[in-house]
């Protein structure tokens, strides 16, 4: 039996009344150990259906432990912000010119919204890598 959320992901994100509530429906058919799963992951969700709960029904039952997951997700932004900026700045020398530190070039064009794969293309470095610094750079 396939589960609703592998054939329609759409639906648990959604922000619909009707897939909302389809989207919990989808949870009741699951077994029980992949709903207790599903329910546990959703604590660590700021939005999006998980062991049929809604964001709205997760606030509802505990506001503190979901305010706490937001104030996290807003950290976790202004962590990458500043990762992103740093990058920028690293990029340009003092005259203007590109930096030659490939890390920060690799940063750069990751800020500027290239993928991995183009960044990897452009400067020459392995996707790994290209993934790695980006890794890195958000957990700043």
């Known amino acids: 039996m396939t589960a609703l959320c592998d054939t329609r992901p759409e639906l648990y994100f959604s922000e619909d ?7 919990k429906d989808g949870c009741l058919d699951c077994p029980l150990s992949r709903y207790n799963a599903c329910q546990a992951e959703g604590w660590r969700q700021e939005f999006g259906v998980f062991g049929g709960l809604s964001a709205n029904d997760r606030q509802a039952r505990d506001p ?55 960044v990897a293309r452009i400067t020459g ?4 890598t290209v993934r790695q610094w980006a890794f890195r750079a958000r957990s700043c």
């Open 125 to 128: 470095m392995k996707p790994g």
């Open 64 to 118: 503190e432990a979901y305010a706490a997951l937001v104030k996290a997700n807003e950290e976790a932004a202004k962590r990458t912000d500043r990762g992103i900026i740093a990058a920028r700045e690293l990029a340009v020398m003092d005259d203007g010119k590109a930096s030659p530190d490939p890390k920060a070039r690799v940063l750069s064009l990751l800020a500027e919204g290239k993928t991995p794969t183009e």
């Open 17 to 23: 009344a009707a897939d909302i509530e389809a989207a």
